[in-house]
T-cell receptor, first 114, second 116 residues
Framework: QQQVKQSPQSLIVQKGGISIINCAYENTAFDYFPWYQQFPGKGPALLIAIRPDVSEKKEGRFTISFNKSAKQFSLHIMDSQPGDSATYFCAARVVSGGYNKLIFGAGTRLAVHP | DTGVSQDPRHKITKRGQNVTFRCDPISEHNRLYWYRQTLGQGPEFLTYFQNEAQLEKSRLLSDRFSAERPKGSFSTLEIQRTEQGDSAMYLC??????????????FGPGTRLTVL
């Protein structure tokens, strides 16, 4: 119930293409869904996030699509660039005992080829 | 740099030794989290502090692990009698309590532990 399932495990995209990463969850208590980007040797950094009462959020080339009924959400990276090559984690927040805890997916390693 | 800092960045130790990691959160953040990240996996929650109080511990945090946050500032994570299975990246994150807003967790660069 606490899991967030992420796919694919790895993704290769040509420069200028669209990268799509999918996540699914079961726990309806999740109330916030952030995506983190992690470069080698660095900690994860928040990329974009969405609340479950919104179906889509766009920030620049990054878009989250959220399907509450299907309990699925996805990250779309438009016009993918080599600098986007990183590992992407979806996450879901659950509030427990007055504090929030993030449950992370297993990550998708994205490689954008020039 | 006003982000979350962690020290050391890398630690190599022999099985059975004790290790201690330090995390300095963003100065005004009152919440501090520790996560563990193994190769090819997402971060897994270990423990959480609100100010100096440790409010939650994951089942992943065995008796060999202890965390402190004296005075509600920096935090330390100690692992006693390290095992090879403890090899991982240990991440610290901090956030600010702000009513019911979706408090972003800011992550540090992590401490990579290798147990030989």
């Amino acid at each position: 119930q606490q899991q967030v399932k992420q796919s694919p495990q790895s993704l290769i995209v040509q420069k200028g293409g669209i990268s799509i990463i999918n996540c699914a969850y079961e726990n309806t208590a999740f109330d916030y869904f952030p995506w983190y980007q992690q470069f080698p040797g660095k900690g994860p950094a928040l990329l974009i996030a969405i609340r479950p009462d919104v179906s889509e959020k766009k920030e620049g080339r990054f878009t989250i699509s959220f399907n509450k009924s299907a309990k699925q959400f996805s990250l779309h990276i438009m016009d993918s660039q080599p600098g986007d090559s990183a590992t992407y984690f979806c996450a879901a927040r659950v509030v427990s005992g007055g504090y929030n805890k993030l449950i992370f997916g297993a990550g998708t390693r994205l490689a954008v080829h020039p | 740099d006003t982000g979350v800092s962690q020290d050391p960045r890398h630690k190599i130790t022999k099985r059975g030794q004790n290790v201690t990691f330090r995390c300095d959160p963003i100065s005004e953040h009152n919440r501090l989290y520790w996560y563990r990240q193994t190769l090819g996996q997402g971060p897994e929650f270990l423990t959480y502090f609100q100010n100096e109080a440790q409010l939650e511990k994951s089942r992943l945090l065995s008796d060999r692990f202890s965390a402190e946050r004296p005075k509600g500032s920096f935090s330390t994570l100690e692992i006693q009698r390290t095992e090879q299975g403890d090899s991982a990246m240990y991440l610290c994150a901090s956030s600010l309590t702000s009513g019911m807003t979706y408090n972003e967790q800011f992550f540090g660069p992590g401490t990579r532990l290798t147990v030989l």
